[in-house]
């Protein structure tokens, strides 16, 4: 994953208020409910010391869902916000959050957000049918979302049985007017194709409408169609078939990833691009040496020790001795780890510990090696 939407975070100063919150807004009392989670979770960075503009700036994002529109959809919210009341980061979560974060704090805990941001698959929906399309481009974190309505040509658009001379006039017209239509949206996704690289692209809608649409699908997109049969475009049409679908799909993708992730670690490693354990990944991103880091969502309560650059890091005071630093803190590892593969430009996977060689809690791969880099047995 590009963490690189994380920087405005490290670009601010702390201290951090980091905040997962449970803004669901579907039932007759959502507002006053709200209200009352809302309050907790302020209640709670108050009493960790956190200064007025900084709670206020969590209590009024987190409310907004109470004014309605697209906010008011979301299950789970993400806020980080720094010690001026600026939020540098406002993500939505997959769901409801497992459990509730509000913590005031010199660093900000960014593993329960990364673990449950939605997007980290590319992907782009189309509900279709024989008028044209509608495109909704899902990106990664950082990346709005792009929507559009392709409208065709309705001259025509039924086939009708007229009979005599006529007949196949009207219904080669009528066929050839949805192929048209099917055309123009498939331009569109070979826009989208083109421009973001998807993982896969949903088709719902009218059948007819999604097999001519899969004819004319092109090179850039053809091998990444999924097709469902419910979902369509008329009016009131509900959506919620095609979003699960989607999220299905985001998961299989996810888990593939991480799977593949995990192989890639061991692969390189046989050819000593890739090194295992804290210490040496430490080591390499204080190079700028890492190329991915894939950490395990269980951390180990490990302590870093971090300078006032996050690619100052060590394991130990001997480590900092020998960088010159005199200003040190001691970091949660997992907190300082992705400080510095943001600070690097590195990507970023989090795998299920369980998949980690060795049950280690953390591993990378490597850009290059140099002398100090271990070499496999």
Known sequence: MDVSFLAPVFSASGPYATVCADVTHTTENADTELELRVRALAERLEGQ?????????????????????????????ALVVAADGSVVLDQPLV???????AEYSPTP??????????????HVVVLVDRTGGDI?????????????????ETWHIRKVKVGGWAHDHWQNSAEGQWEDNAD?????????????????????????ARNILAD??????????VTMEEGG??????????????????????AHEEADTVEKVQAAAAHGLAVTGTAPVVEALRKSQVETLVLADQPD?????????????????????????????????????????????????????????GDIPVAAILRYTDDSTPTPQ
């Open 49 to 77: 010391g956190a200064p007025e503009a900084v709670v206020e700036a969590v209590r009024s994002r987190l409310l907004e869902a109470n004014e309605g529109g697209e906010i008011a959809t979301l299950r789970g919210r």
């Open 95 to 101: 769901d409801q959050p497992r459990q509730e974060v």
């Open 109 to 122: 805990d960014l593993m329960p957000v990364l673990r449950q941001m939605p997007g980290r698959v590319p």
């Open 136 to 152: 909704t481009y899902v990106g990664l974190p950082g990346q709005d979302a792009e929507e559009e309505t392709v409208k065709g």
């Open 184 to 208: 123009r949206v498939a331009e569109r996704i070979a826009s989208y194709a083109r421009r973001f690289a998807p993982r896969f692209v949903l088709v719902a809608g009218d059948i007819r």
């Open 216 to 225: 004319r699908a092109g090179d850039a997109w053809k091998d990444l169609v």
């Open 233 to 254: 475009r008329a009016a009131g049409a509900d959506r919620e078939a095609v979003d699960r679908r989607a999220a299905e799909l985001v998961a299989e993708h996810e």
């Open 301 to 357: 309560d490990e302590k870093l020790l971090v300078g006032p650059d996050p690619l100052l890091l060590g394991t130990e005071q001997g480590d900092m001795d020998a960088l010159g630093v005199q200003q040190v803190h001691s970091v949660p590892a997992e907190r300082a780890l992705v400080a510095a593969a943001v600070a690097s430009d590195a990507g970023m996977v989090v795998v299920p510990r369980s998949a980690m060689p």
